[in-house]
């Protein structure tokens, strides 16, 4: 069973950065796109970043292009989300999911098309 472990999440002020890692231990992420979602309070989940199994397809939610960078290291079988000139409105949990793809390198932006979730990462924006 492909369990996702997330942290890096933390207090940082507006305009600082912070780097998320997302963990799969002993499976190899290069079979796996992996998705980062976050939630707010009383908000519904967002996609937010995504990245295919071979990294070469990512997409990012328009409030956050050119912020963030999400990157894959498939040697460490880790994926990164790389978040810079965070806002208070980036306040949320962050949780990573992944999809298994055999021939695709696909790069889902929905929730609903992942299969394995983290237990999610606190990131809070404030000053």
């Known amino acids: 069973q492909l369990q996702l472990v997330e942290s890096g999440g933390g207090l940082v002020q507006p305009g600082g950065s912070l780097r998320l890692s997302c963990a799969a231990p002993?499976?190899?992420?290069?079979?796996?796109?992996i998705g980062w979602f976050r939630q707010a309070p009383g908000k519904e989940r967002e996609g937010v970043s995504c990245?295919?199994?071979?990294?070469?397809?990512?997409h990012y939610v328009d409030s956050v292009a050119g912020r963030f960078t999400i990157s894959k290291d498939n040697a460490k079988n880790t994926v990164y989300l790389q978040m810079n000139s965070l806002k208070p409105e980036d306040t949320a949990v962050y949780y990573c999911?992944?999809?298994?793809?055999?021939?695709?390198?696909?790069?889902?932006?929905?929730?609903?098309?992942?299969?394995?979730w983290g237990q999610g990462t606190q990131v809070t924006v404030s000053s």
């Open positions: 999911a992944a999809r298994r793809f055999s021939y695709s390198d696909a790069c889902p932006s929905v929730g609903n098309a992942y299969e394995h």
């Open positions: 002993g499976f190899t992420l290069g079979d796996y796109a």
């Open positions: 990245i295919s199994r071979s990294g070469g397809m990512t």
